[in-house]
């Protein structure tokens, strides 16, 4: 009878160990899936700023594009017309091209080999924008043509 019942205590006693696993067991399983989940929403995260940062260094390559566009147009213009470059690119309505010559100090009221200033040959063309601009940085009205 001791052995029968010294038997059913190891048995008890594998069971309750045998339950002690299973709860370790499971508990260790939530906390993985837990875990796990908490790594995903870092992840998520990490790739939305990610993605932030790709989109505003595109924005921030598309204006350095503009830019440059800008500056290659505006050289093409001073090494092929020289001093009339101002004049060319009003009378071909490059606003842009004509802003930034203005802002580099170009002279707004220069005189081309005809007689007219930037004003005037912005005007012929009916450039209307490039003339208010050219007005704007201090550039004298539409006459003075040598005609």
């Given at each position: 009878?001791?052995?029968?019942?010294?038997?059913?205590?190891?048995?008890?006693?594998?069971?309750?160990?045998?339950?002690?696993?299973?709860?370790?067991?499971?508990?260790?399983?939530?906390?993985?899936?837990?875990?796990?989940?908490?790594?995903?929403?870092?992840?998520?995260?990490?790739?939305?700023?990610?993605?932030?940062?790709?989109?505003?260094?595109?924005?921030?390559?598309?204006?350095?594009?503009?830019?440059?566009?800008?500056?290659?147009?505006?050289?093409?213009?001073?090494?092929?017309?020289?001093?009339?470059?101002?004049?060319?690119?009003?009378?071909?309505?490059?606003?842009?091209?004509?802003?930034?010559?203005?802002?580099n100090s170009c002279e707004v009221n220069s005189v081309d080999t005809e007689g007219n200033t930037a004003v005037m040959a912005a005007a012929s063309k009916k450039q209307f924008a490039v003339v208010a601009?050219?007005?704007?940085?201090?550039?004298?009205?539409?006459?003075?043509?040598?005609?």
């Amino acid at each position: 009878r001791r052995r029968i019942l010294s038997t059913m205590k190891r048995k008890r006693a594998r069971k309750n160990v045998d339950e002690d696993e299973d709860e370790k067991t499971n508990l260790r399983k939530i906390k993985n899936r837990m875990s796990a989940q908490a790594s995903r929403e870092r992840r998520k995260i990490y790739i939305a700023e990610l993605e932030q940062k790709i989109e505003q260094l595109n924005e921030d390559s598309q204006k350095l594009d503009k830019d440059l566009d800008l500056s290659q147009r505006t050289l093409r213009y001073l090494l092929r017309e020289g001093p009339e470059a101002l004049h060319c690119a009003s009378r071909n309505g490059e606003l842009s091209v004509v802003q930034t010559l203005i802002q580099n100090s170009c002279e707004v009221n220069s005189v081309d080999t005809e007689g007219n200033t930037a004003v005037m040959a912005a005007a012929s063309k009916k450039q209307f924008a490039v003339v208010a601009a050219l007005l704007s940085a201090g550039a004298g009205s539409i006459s003075g043509s040598k005609e």
